[in-house]
């Protein structure tokens, strides 16, 4: 007898759970992968441990066009495309380059941001001053990103690879690689930071994207809206101002 | 997400070349932890107090503190003191090794503990001083006893030394994740990587109960 009402209360419980999201007014959660070691995209606050930045600013304004409330799951880098094919959130938003490869495994909203590559190397450093005089020498870069595939290519290099963006910055300070290949927005973020580096012009144009689930082409129609309503409504001016104003 | 091994023997080469970095590492620290563990261990029993403070420290200390934070340490932290760079591979020998020093410590010590007591007053009333007490009669009973937790420093190591991917150097997990990085293909990467990890720990505890058949004396 106990058991069957603990079965019955089990089983109300249950069907409690399914319905509730449709009784309550809440809102659609939209969960969003991002790697929160790359400032000023996405990074955590030291003190209060929330997630900034341009990217998350961007999807909590999308969100908020398309009434979907946000919810950030924070992944290493390497395992962000991996964690979105499985679920474990909708999308991601952290500064990630639509690439062919990239596109084999998911599907990319409209570019919401241009970026480059640049060459980081210490400031004293009068040798290397182009992607071309990179090869044979040693490069660290943050593991899987765009930096680390043209590091790659490049002929004879050994490319040291991290995890994190500030380890492979660290590395050079190091004096233990060469040059760092990584994007302009966090070179030019690092070397305010550290005056003893410097960073050349962009080598690469690429595009950053929200990727997503490609069986989930519905979401992918709600964010290239919530994006459009965002650039026309001048929130997206707003939010770059913020993070970008005066580079 | 349909799984697709057809990319397995594609990234095998990759694999294997982490494969041998891995092992490298892991007998290379053990071997050291051996050196250092061995001297350390006999510390901890010597009659010698500061001696034996030292290498209590040092055991506390390595084992109180995880591996990653000491990788950290001697990588990211010893060349802002020294002012030029370590080699990855060098810090990671030199992590894992004074690592695995403070683990064999403790094996030797309960090694050394467990020979009766007996063998000690035998020989040091044969006349033998204290240091060739402990070199020929206390210390070869004790290494035939320490050999089965040996092999498990020496597998517990090559699991452990996955953590040098956070200094750039490429091993077996680290190959595996600059795969994935270039696939997406994460479980049949990751599961091809337990299962070449699985086949060198096998083989080390085969090696194990081997050395301990050929050290058993009869009586």
Known sequence: ?247 | MVLDFSIIPGIMPALMTGAKMTIELAAIAVAIGLVIGSFAGIARVSGNRVVKIIAGTYVDFIRGTPLLVQLFLVYFGLPTLIHRPVPAFMAAIVAMGINSGAYVAEIVRAGIQSIDKGQTEAARSLGLTSAQTMRYIIFPQAFRRIIPPLGNEFIAMLKDSSLVSVIALEDLLRKGQVVITRTFRPFEVYAVVALIYLVMTLAISKLVSWSERKLRTVG
């Open chain 1, 1 to 247: 007898m106990k058991r069957l009402l603990a079965l019955v209360c089990l089983s109300s419980l249950v069907v409690a759970a399914l319905v509730a999201p449709g009784v309550g007014a809440a809102k659609p959660v939209l969960k969003v992968g991002t790697s929160a070691d790359f400032p000023p995209f996405e990074f955590q606050d030291e003190k209060t441990g929330e997630y900034l930045g341009f990217d998350l600013d961007l999807i909590r304004a999308i969100g908020d066009a398309i009434g979907m409330d946000t919810q950030i799951v924070n992944t290493g880098w390497d395992g962000l495309i991996p964690g979105l094919m499985t679920g474990n959130y909708d999308c991601i938003a952290s500064a990630m380059t639509i690439t062919d490869e990239r596109l084999k495994a998911v599907s990319f909203s409209d570019p919401y941001f241009s970026a480059g590559q640049v060459v980081v190397t210490m400031a004293k450093d009068t040798k290397i001053k182009s992607v071309s005089d990179l090869e044979g020498k040693s490069i660290s870069v943050q593991i899987g990103t765009t930096g680390d595939l043209v590091a790659s290519d490049i002929k004879g290099v050994t490319v040291k690879r991290f995890n994190l963006a500030p380890d492979a910055i660290q590395e050079l300070r190091n004096g233990a690689s060469h040059a760092c290949i990584i994007d302009l927005a966090v070179a030019s973020q690092i070397a305010r930071e550290y005056k003893d580096i410097k960073y050349g012009a962009p080598f690469t144009m690429e595009y950053y994207g929200i990727a997503i689930n490609r069986s989930n082409t519905g979401l992918l129609k709600k964010i290239n809206r919530g994006l459009a309503m965002v650039k026309a409504s001048g929130k997206y001016d707003e939010i770059y101002d913020k993070w970008f104003a005066g580079n």
